[in-house]
């Protein structure tokens, strides 16, 4: 399904070739749906180079392996894969750095900087195959572990980002992570495996199957913030303020009270987007009450970790794709990722 120009989705035919020696060519299994997908479809993102297959979610099936892949992965033929999104140089100081080659220079991104005018032509996921060019890092299924939980590696591994790198938590801290979308439901099985306890999650009361999932992953309280007010139900289901707070929704009040929610020299991770409204912010308040406030990008080096979370099968990740399109559907799939139906967590294509 190519993007040929923004907002245009057409179905197009390639020929499949045999993988160039550097790659290793896959038949691709499922694809997620990323909110990053609609920003990508509607031209909001300037790194994305069109005409373009979008789709950096995914797992597959290994079908040809290159000649020099060979040596450089270990892989068989039949192995069920997924690739990080970043495809980064390998060689410059933020590719030595560890959990920074999001910040490498010639980064690639499948499904959004590798346009499909020139061959390999299949680099994203929201293709039958994915060629997986040279530098890709890549991830192995375990023989359990679904599909659908394989193709949130990435996702996993921002939730992993969040607690441990910009997080910096560990077990018996206490945890407020705002907003029950898939990144906060990730952060949360991340937090839980980490023994982070208690644990709350603020949302919307239209928020049900998000919770419900939530509950099965093992948060210890929920808080409707349109029904109750946070900063007043969570220091009373706490007996005092959380050490940190994640907030992934971006909403500029909702940065705001976690700022004014966390305990005094405790931590704000804050990464969710706003889409360029501005959030007020006393700073003084930050300096008298010794906050960290920490933003970032997502996953870099985080996903090994996640690998082995999703690959333990302790948490129930492929549920959070709950609603499945054929790829000739992906134009609705977004329209639905950006507008969410009732009960929607989040999307996926899935192949044959
Ligand atoms: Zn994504
Ligand atoms: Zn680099």
């Known amino acids: 399904m190519v993007l040929v120009e923004p907002g245009r989705l057409e179905l197009q035919e390639f020929d499949v070739q045999p993988p160039a020696p550097e790659e290793i060519l896959i038949k691709t299994r499922i694809t997620s749906i990323c909110s990053t997908d609609i920003k990508v479809f509607h031209g909001q993102v300037s790194s994305a180079h069109y005409p373009l297959i979008m ?3 995914f797992t597959g099936e290994v079908v040809e392996i ?10 068989a033929v039949g192995d069920r894969v ?14 030595r750095t560890d959990y920074h080659y999001h910040n490498c220079a010639t980064v690639g991104l499948y499904g959004i900087s590798l346009a499909c005018n020139q061959p390999p032509h299949l680099l994203g996921g929201y293709s039958e195959y994915v060629y997986l060019i040279a530098g890709t890092i890549l991830h192995k299924l375990a023989p359990a572990t679904p599909d659908l939980a394989g193709s949130l ?15 910096q938590m560990s ?25 982070v306890s208690p644990i709350v999650m603020l949302g919307l009361s239209s928020d049900q199957a998000r919770f419900a999932l939530a509950k099965e992953i093992g948060v210890d309280h929920i808080v409707e913030v349109d029904r109750q007010d946070p900063l007043q139900s969570v220091p009373d289901l706490l007996s005092g303020a959380p050490d940190v707070v994640i907030e992934t929704s971006g909403v500029p009040i909702a940065i705001q009270t976690a700022i004014k929610m966390v305990r005094r020299s405790g931590r704000v991770v804050s990464i969710g987007l706003s889409g360029g409204k501005l959030t007020p912010i006393v700073f003084d308040d930050l300096v008298w009450r010794d906050i960290t406030l920490v933003c970032g990008k997502g996953q870099a080096g985080n996903v090994v ?4 979370l999703i690959n333990s ?19 609705r799939a977004l329209a639905e990722t950006e507008k969410p139906p009732p009960g929607f967590i989040k999307g996926a294509v899935v192949f044959g």
Not at 66 to 75: F, L, R, T
Not at 153 to 161: D, I, Q
Request: aromatic letters at 10%; a positive charge.
């Open 55 to 57: 789709g950096h979610e």
């Open 66 to 75: 290159g000649s020099q892949a060979v040596k450089k992965y270990s892989i």
């Open 82 to 95: 997924t690739p990080e999104p970043y495809i980064p140089c390998g060689h410059c100081a933020w590719c």
């Open 153 to 167: 590696s990435s996702v996993v591994g921002n939730g992993v980002r969040w607690v441990k790198t910009l997080g």
């Open 171 to 195: 077990f018996g801290q206490s945890l407020v992570i705002s907003g029950a979308g898939s990144q906060g439901l990730c952060a949360l099985a991340a937090a839980r495996e980490a023994g």
């Open 305 to 308: 970790d996640a690998m082995h």
């Open 313 to 331: 099968g302790k948490y129930p990740f492929d549920k959070i794709n709950n609603f499945q399109y054929q790829l000739p559907q992906l134009g």
